[in-house]
């Protein structure tokens, strides 16, 4: 199984300004994604980070509001641009293993817009 | 697109009771995978049903998967305050290495 370190753990942020949040896996994954959970709700897939290319995004979410990047097989970051309390939510990211059916997360990040 | 469906939302059961979580897919599932989260923390995985029919436990929690692949089951064995959390169910879209579809969630208390 591969463990998943996220940065930071929380942070407060004013509107306007724009976090990025970092993925760190400690073995190469083939697949890598982004969710949002926002406050007392499940979880919504932002995104696929896709290694070397550019995210896939799901429909309601934009790269210019997150843009992520990939750069490796074990690390990427999201974006969160020009922030409203609207985006105050907890952003996990998690990987999916050498074998298909693994998918592990990170503790995630969670983010609070004043 | 697929849907999935938990029951009960919440839950509270005397400690040393047992319990069933449910949770059903519109469509039929290739993957479905339960996790738990303590309240604002990343989710940890539990286990990972394939195949109709399938049971799996770990410690005191089996899940179950239908014969149909529409429906699972999550059940505790004599809770413990340490079960408390949220459960999610997570469905894969298929072929594995591929986002999941979650559930809303049962919030699960444990009470001595």
């Known amino acids: 199984s591969a463990v998943i370190s996220q940065k930071p753990s929380r942070d407060i942020c004013q509107r306007g300004t724009s976090l990025t949040i970092q993925c760190q896996v400690d073995s190469q994954v083939t697949m890598m994604f982004w969710y949002r959970q926002q406050p007392g709700q499940s979880l919504t897939l932002i995104a696929t980070?896709?290694?070397?290319?550019?995210?896939?995004?799901e429909s309601g979410f934009v790269i210019d509001k997150f843009p992520i990047s990939r750069p490796n097989l074990t690390f990427s970051t999201l974006t969160v641009s020009n922030m409203s309390p609207e985006d105050s939510s907890i952003y996990l990211c998690s990987g999916s293993g050498n074998l298909a059916y693994e998918q592990f997360f990170g503790p995630g990040t969670r983010l609070t817009v004043l | 697109s697929q849907e999935l469906e938990q029951s009960p939302q919440s839950l509270i059961v005397q400690e040393g009771k047992n319990l069933t979580i449910n949770c059903t897919s519109s469509?039929?599932?290739?993957?479905l995978y339960w996790y738990k989260q303590k309240y604002g923390e990343g989710l940890i995985f539990l286990m990972m049903?394939?195949?109709?029919?399938e049971e799996k436990s770990h410690e005191k929690i089996t899940a179950k998967l239908d014969e149909k692949k529409q429906q699972s089951s999550l059940h505790i064995t004599a809770s413990q305050p340490s079960h408390a959390g949220i459960y999610l169910c997570?469905?894969?879209?298929?072929?594995?290495?591929?986002?999941?579809?979650f559930g809303k969630g049962t919030r699960l208390s444990v009470i001595a």
């Open positions: 980070a896709n290694q070397g290319s550019e995210a896939t995004y």
């Open positions: 997570g469905a894969d879209k298929g072929g594995g290495n591929t986002p999941l579809v």
């Open positions: 049903l394939q195949k109709g029919g």
């Open positions: 469509k039929t599932l290739y993957g």
